[in-house]
Nanobody
C-alpha cells in the first residue's frame, strides 16, 4: 500500500506563493506517475499538474506558467511550486500516484493512491 502525505498548504494573499510537498511511503517511487489535483467547494476535482516516471509534465491551462511540479525520487517526494496565486486557486489540494501501464495525464481515474489533502486559501 502506498501512502501519501501532503504538507505546505496555508493562507496567502493573491500574488503570493506556496510550495506544496507530498511524502510518499513507497520507496522507490521512480516507477510511479504522480500528480496534484484540487477541489474547491461545490466544484469537481480537477487535475492541476502531472509528472510521469520519466519526467514528462502536464499542467492545467489555468496554472500554466505559474505552477511547477517536480519530483525527487531519491527522497520519495513530490512538490508543487505555486506562484502568482489567484483567489480561484483556493481549494483542497491532493497528491496522487499510480503505476498503470498507460495513463492519461491529469485524468484522476488513472490514479490509484491519494493523500488526505492540504488546504490552500488565497485572499484577494
Amino acid at each position: 500500500q502506498v501512502q501519501l502525505v501532503e504538507s505546505g498548504g496555508g493562507s496567502v494573499q493573491a500574488g503570493g506563493s506556496l510550495r506544496l510537498s507530498c511524502a510518499v511511503s513507497r520507496d522507490p517511487i521512480s516507477g510511479y506517475y504522480m500528480g496534484w489535483f484540487r477541489q474547491a467547494p461545490g466544484k469537481e476535482r480537477e487535475g492541476v499538474a502531472d509528472i510521469d516516471s520519466v519526467g514528462w509534465t502536464a499542467y492545467a491551462d489555468s496554472v500554466k506558467g505559474r505552477f511547477t511540479i517536480s519530483r525527487d525520487n531519491a527522497k520519495a517526494t513530490l512538490s508543487l511550486q505555486m506562484n502568482s496565486l489567484k483567489p480561484e486557486d483556493a481549494a483542497m489540494y491532493y497528491c496522487a500516484a499510480g503505476r498503470r501501464v498507460y495513463h492519461v495525464q491529469l485524468r484522476d481515474a488513472d490514479f490509484d493512491y491519494w493523500g488526505q489533502g492540504t488546504q490552500v486559501t488565497v485572499s484577494a
